[in-house]
């Protein structure tokens, strides 16, 4: 009964909002089109920038924007606002509406940064409010990556008109669209207009914009990110031997810019870092892994996690044993310790790791680059979130802001000394800005210094971070002002809000304070960066660039003091306690449980033999670097030296749950979806590598191809004339007979057994040294046909098109 009911009910809103008018006649959607097509449409994820492509499936059409520019983002007709009256908004989870509008009332957002005093001049309210009231402009990135050179190249050639409009364009709304503006510090642009206008606007230059970036965001040569979003990974410095840490990384922007930094050097020589994007949410984190798949064999140097980031575990602090600590670890390298219970927490263990006897409270850091992208409030997202105007709370940044601390705590222990994080929200708000820097700064005890990073984003406008700021509450709708800690500890307020407040909530003082004689200074928050919407047509965003210049600081622990420790059940780091990990206070994983383990020397053989691999490159270049998941090596996985020392070999490896790692080289047939294939078995019942067609039981991925062919042998590689690569490519998926391709190529295709094979462009005359034309995996099948099937991610569907539509048209140009 209880899920009928639901359903009903769920029913008669869907016909509410299908019988409910649009508010006003705007520049994104006509009224006619409201009438024809109400209801639902379907957002492609390739569409959409970082963060509106986390929901998935239909969601409601949202209302154009009026045409008076000023309400832009509010939708009110001006009708509704002369007259001061709320307009009541169909309930959805939909970013580009508010629940509940007034055009006349100040909002508690905007009273509460009133008393911050976030602009200092008074003058810039009105610019800085009427642009969180508009639509948030479409900005993208191009690729830094040399492999993807040639794509950015024919994107620019192709979208000469695109980036540099030879006419004037007009929006439905009649407002003329500035030209896009050119982002030197991140190799980026920004459109003159959102994508609601983008999306579904008359001008035949918009529609021409939006399948221009549709076409070139699928094969991985641009990338649809929001210009504060950028910002980040711009000041970090990523270097190709850097190991980097994204602490939570979803929905994935800001990894796929570490990893394209990274990978900056080509697909030759794999990097010697990698990078390491964490999320807490299982979902996420295979969200995140699709969209890290559109930069193809890139993601070798790509690890994906699942931690609690505040309990990310150190990978340089050996595991321990199954059975509990024991004198000696599996390497021999603990000495004797009495006293030591089984399951001691990983805590623990990090303060008895070192040679001898412990050196500190922390052990080493291992990244050298860490992005600290906190979970926060969310209000300098208002322009894509508009609901955030009628629901937003100060108390939302106390609630988060001991999480955030946290977090940037575990991050300054995994760094490096030497090495650089980036902490960073996107909150106006203070109390999750600089007094988490402040506090962050001060418990290190000098372990960490802010950096002034202006100089790495040229052109980008920032503001300083603030000094002071007040610490505020809404009580019954009403501002109350804490001027210190012991204020929000008296009787008079409530204990469950008390609970909310944290002494490093508060500004610093260090006024007049001295020390040994020597004046005190504060910790020069002047260096954090504010980005404010009216400087430069953005979101709101806050970064702070941290570079770790010592130890962490800590006591010298005792044996004694060890001892009692040991015999505790403190949680730690809750990176897990076991040879697999375990959760705080839990018991340990199962040992094979998201590990990747090396593949058999059986197959490795087999696969040398069929691929004709007798280099000795193979064996240390390749096969070393191939990996399954389990004994059972339903796909094999090729990574690349950085993520091996990480998550693989590393002391601490056990200890990491890997969702997600390399590149997918080869997968067994029959483990797709709709795949029946069941390998045959030889006389004692073992499964062999071939079946009675003699087809190899490993198919070759399209990213694999790309790294495969620099070891194949020419056994199974297929050179193809610019004739016949097209015939393939414009049947792709479909089975192309040899006898339809030239005669070398088909004496060539017949002479190859069933099963997987290399096809290469023929290099000579015009093609001789383009490198534009990647390897392709195709297969030869028992009926006497090629064909090429390439195999996409849940969310890639339009990527195999996009990228096969590219390469015949860098053919056709040649």
């Known amino acids: 009964m209880g899920k009928r009911k639901n359903r009903s009910r769920a029913m008669v809103i869907a016909a509410k909002r299908r019988s409910a008018r649009p508010l006003a006649l705007t520049g994104a959607l006509g009224a006619e089109a409201f009438a024809a097509a109400p209801g639902k449409i379907r957002f492609d994820l390739a569409n959409d920038d970082e963060d509106d492509c986390c929901g998935e499936g239909l969601v409601s059409v949202p209302p154009p924007p009026p045409t008076n520019p000023e309400l832009a983002g509010a939708h009110m007709s001006p009708a509704s606002v002369s007259s001061g009256r709320v307009i009541e908004l169909p309930r959805t989870n939909s970013p580009w509406f508010s629940r509940t509008l007034n055009a006349s009332a100040v909002t508690h957002f905007e009273e509460y940064y009133r008393r911050q005093n976030i602009l200092p001049d ?26 993807h050179r040639t794509g950015v190249e024919e994107a620019l050639s192709e979208g000469r008109d695109v980036l540099r409009p030879p006419r004037r364009i007009l929006a439905d709304s009649g407002r003329v669209v500035p030209p896009p503006l050119k982002l030197e510090w991140c190799g980026g642009y920004q459109l003159g207009c959102d994508k609601i206008a983008l999306k579904y606007g008359r001008d035949p230059a918009l529609r021409e914009t939006q399948r221009w970036l549709v076409r070139h965001n699928s094969t991985g040569v641009l990338t649809r990110q929001a210009v504060d979003s950028m910002v980040p990974a711009a000041i970090l410095g990523v270097e190709p031997g850097h190991m980097v840490l994204d602490m939570c990384a979803s929905p994935g922007s800001k990894t796929t810019q570490l990893l394209e930094a990274l990978c900056a050097g080509g697909l030759e020589h794999d990097p010697d870092g990698c990078v390491v994007a964490n999320d807490i949410n299982p979902r996420r984190c295979y969200f995140l892994v699709r969209r890290c798949a559109a930069l193809g064999a890139a993601t070798r140097a790509l690890v994906v996690t699942n931690h609690h980031a505040q309990w990310f575990p150190n990978d340089g602090v050996p595991a321990a044993e199954a059975v509990g600590i024991a004198n000696q670890d599996r390497h021999g390298r603990w000495p004797p310790t009495p006293g030591i219970a089984p399951f001691a927490s990983s805590a623990v263990r990090e303060k008895t790791t070192g040679a001898g006897l412990p050196f500190g409270r922390y052990p080493a850091g291992t990244f050298d680059r860490i992005i600290c992208d906190v979970p926060c409030s969310g209000d300098g997202t208002l322009r894509k979130n508009p609901q955030i105007w009628s629901e937003w709370r100060p108390e939302f940044a106390m609630g988060l802001h001991a999480l955030q601390l946290r977090i940037a705590q575990r991050g300054a222990a995994l760094l490096r000394v030497g090495g650089y994080m980036v902490y960073s929200t996107c909150s106006f708000n203070p109390v999750e800005n600089e007094a988490v820097v402040a506090e962050l700064v001060r418990r290190c005890g000098g372990a960490l210094e802010i950096v002034d990073a202006s100089d790495r984003v040229r052109g980008l406008e920032r503001r300083p971070g603030m000094k002071t700021w007040k610490v505020i509450t809404m009580v019954d709708d009403n501002i109350v002002e804490y001027p210190t800690f012991e204020d929000s500890q008296k009787s008079e307020v409530s204990v469950g809000l008390r609970r909310k407040f944290e002494r490093s909530m508060w500004p610093p003082r260090v006024r007049g304070a001295t020390r040994l004689g020597v004046r005190m200074k504060g910790p020069p928050l002047e260096r954090c960066m504010r980005l404010m919407p009216h400087d430069q047509d953005m979101g709101g965003f806050f970064a702070t660039l941290l570079r770790k210049i010592a130890p962490l600081p800590g006591p010298k622990p005792t044996r004694e003091s060890m001892r009692r420790a040991m015999e505790t059940d403190s949680p730690g780091t809750g990176a897990g306690s076991g040879l697999g990990g375990a959760p705080p206070g839990g018991f340990p994983r199962p040992v094979a449980e998201h590990r990747y383990v090396p593949v058999s020397d059986a197959i490795l053989k087999r696969i040398a033999e069929e691929w004709d691999m007798r280099a000795p490159s193979f064996v240390s270049n390749f096969a070393s670097r191939l990996f399954a998941r389990s004994q059972k090596c339903r796909s094999l996985t090729y990574m690349a030296p950085g993520v091996i020392e990480r998550c693989v070999s590393s002391d601490g490896a056990a200890r ?12 067994r047939r029959g483990t797709a979806a709709g795949e029946h294939y069941r390998a045959p078995t030889d006389s004692k019942g073992v499964e062999a590598l071939v ?7 490993w198919r070759l991925t399209q990213e694999g191809a790309v790294l495969l062919a620099r070891h194949a042998g020419d056994k199974r590689r297929l050179l193809l004339p610019a004739r016949d690569l097209k ?9 192309v007979p040899l006898n339809a391709f030239t005669p070398a190529t088909e004496v060539a295709a017949r002479s190859i057994s069933p099963g997987s094979c290399i096809v290469e462009l023929k290099r000579g005359g015009n093609f001789a040294g383009d490198d534009a034309f990647l390897p392709l995996a195709a297969e030869r099948t028992v009926k006497g046909t090629l064909r090429i099937d390439w ?18 048209r860098r053919l056709d140009a040649i």
């Open 122 to 147: 008074e003058s810039e309210w009105g610019a800085f409010l009427g642009h969180l009231r508009r639509p948030l402009p479409v900005t993208f990135r191009l690729s830094a990556m040399a492999s």
């Open 656 to 667: 990491m749950k890997v969702v997600w790692g390399g590149v997918k080289v080869w997968e």
């Open 691 to 697: 079946d009675g067609t003699g087809t190899f039981e």
């Open 727 to 735: 015939q393939l490519l414009l049947e792709l998926g479909k089975d």
């Open 791 to 808: 195999r996409y991610r849940k969310g890639l569907e339009g990527a195999p098109k996009a990228a096969a539509s590219a390469i015949l």
